[in-house]
């Protein structure tokens, strides 16, 4: 049996700025992705973040 599909087609509202859910769900992402590649770069590599960017 199979699912009827939803009648009412969803309205996305269009990102906004300043601070809303859309800019914030975003920027948490991408903060994440950011502490993911620092723990990667820091596990091959070695050394913190800032010693192989040469920067300590």
Known sequence: ?????PSVTP????????????AERLNGRAAMI???ATLIIE???GQGL????GLY
């Open 1 to 5: 049996m199979t699912q009827p599909q």
């Open 11 to 22: 309205k996305f509202e269009e990102p906004k700025f300043g601070f809303n859910d859309y």
């Open 34 to 36: 950011g502490f993911v």
């Open 43 to 45: 596990y091959v590599t």
């Open 50 to 53: 800032l010693s192989w960017l």
